[in-house]
């Protein structure tokens, strides 16, 4: 069994240091060593590569744990982080979340498949969820007669801008995100913000 400890932070204002001193803190009091460290300073709204995750996930094998400070830190929301964890669960590795022990796995063999099952209730929920905030969304647009389509003659610049995002946007609907979720990812990475509605024209295109 090997032990790997997971550190993101978002911004520069918050300390890797801390949360490395958190997780050692933490493997003192349960005796074990923390094999290695992966590291990352980057914002949750970045895909899974980028923060490391997948490199994460394939160093992981059955029966190892993973420390990590508290459940925000692996996904960018809670339905990407509950698939993450449901992926290591599956996979037999064991979490320990620090700030939430009541979620961990780790010496608490015992309500692990009542885990388990909460975590997979409610991945399936929100992403029912969301799937339906999204369809409503466009319908609701469509039904309010906004025009979701790029006009004829219109050389729809700011549309445009969305370009170089399509299959990072499309595989966010596919997850089933919200629009509103969505643009505000996509806006971070954006010299200037779009509007919900050119958000949804540019979807309904894909």
């Known amino acids: ?7 993101r932070v978002s911004t520069d204002k918050q300390d890797l240091n801390k949360q ?4 050692l803190e933490h493997s003192q009091r349960l ?11 980057i914002s949750s709204s970045k895909s899974s590569r980028e923060r490391k995750i997948d490199e994460l996930t394939e160093k992981l094998e059955k029966g190892d744990l993973l420390l990590v400070a508290e459940l925000s830190r ?9 698939n993450i964890i449901n992926n290591l ?5 064991e979490i320990s979340f620090i700030r ?17 099952a909460i975590y997979s209730y409610f991945a399936e929920t929100e ?16 039904a309010s007669g906004k025009i979701l389509g790029r006009p004829k003659g219109s050389s729809n610049k700011k549309g445009r801008a969305l370009d170089p995002f399509k299959d990072q946007i499309q595989s966010y609907v596919e997850m089933g995100l919200p629009i509103a979720s969505i643009m505000k990812i996509v806006n971070n990475q ?4 779009l509007s919900y509605n050119s958000f949804t024209s540019f979807i309904i295109k894909i």
């Open 100 to 116: 939430q022990p009541e979620l961990s796995t780790y010496k608490n063999s015992q309500h692990v498949k009542l885990l388990f």
């Open 127 to 142: 992403r029912d969820f969301i799937s339906t905030r999204t369809r409503q969304g466009l319908e609701a647009a469509k």
């Open 190 to 193: 954006l010299e200037e913000g």
């Open 1 to 7: 069994m090997k032990t790997i400890g997971y550190i």
């Open 20 to 23: 490395r001193h958190l997780l």
């Open 89 to 93: 669960l599956d996979k037999g590795v």
């Open 74 to 82: 692996l996904g960018r929301n809670m339905f990407e982080t509950l």
């Open 31 to 41: 005796q074990i060593i923390i094999n290695e460290f992966i590291e990352i300073e």
